[in-house]
């Protein structure tokens, strides 16, 4: 996903967070907390749950998480990080997630909930998608485009989605 439009002004300490998971910059991390909070957050909104869903870094997750960050935070496109572990498909990241309590039917700017982006970049992997619906994600509320993640699992994974349908 890219990361659209402008970016946000924000300290100069907070521009690159995704350098300090890269790193697994734990004291980088601390400090960064100690001083800004733990749901801080760089250009593109982008805190540092966020960017650990991202990089599927799950000790960092785990901490911030035990933390008390914000697990339904929204970027600026408003993905949260469960909309990350979906697109990534990392299924030990959703399912911390929302074991956590990630809210399984947020929306981006466009509508579109997890599920959505996990059934968009399925490809047969399908975990995310299984999880979503066991965990009662909404199939059937429909986008700003007017598609529901029903007829786009339909268009997309047709017979399999069919199957996990049945199964869940």
């Known amino acids: ?6 970016p946000i002004k924000v300290a100069p300490e907070l521009e690159y967070l995704d350098h300090y998971i890269n790193d697994n910059d734990i004291q980088g991390i601390t400090n960064l907390i100690n001083e800004f909070g733990v749901d801080c ?4 909104k982008r805190t540092l749950l966020i960017n650990a869903a991202v990089k599927g870094n799950v000790e960092i997750l785990k901490l911030l998480i035990d933390k008390e960050a914000d697990i339904n935070f929204q970027d600026k496109i408003e993905y ?4 990350f572990a979906a697109q990534n498909k990392n299924i030990e990241i959703a399912s911390i997630l929302v074991e956590h309590g990630a809210d399984i039917n947020s929306k981006d700017n466009y509508g579109n909930p997890p599920i959505w982006t996990a059934i968009f970049n399925a490809k047969e992997d399908y975990n995310i998608v299984e999880l ?3 965990t009662g994600a909404d199939i059937d509320t429909k986008n700003k485009n007017e598609k529901s993640p029903r007829e786009m699992g339909e ?3 047709g ?8 199964v869940n």
């Not at 949260?80 to 909309?83: D, S, V």
């Open 1 to 6: 996903m890219g990361k659209g439009g402008r």
């Open 80 to 83: 949260t990080a469960l909309h």
């Open 155 to 157: 268009l997309m994974l």
């Open 132 to 134: 979503l619906l066991k």
């Open 41 to 44: 957050f760089d250009t593109y």
């Open 159 to 166: 017979d399999t989605f069919v199957q996990l349908l049945k």
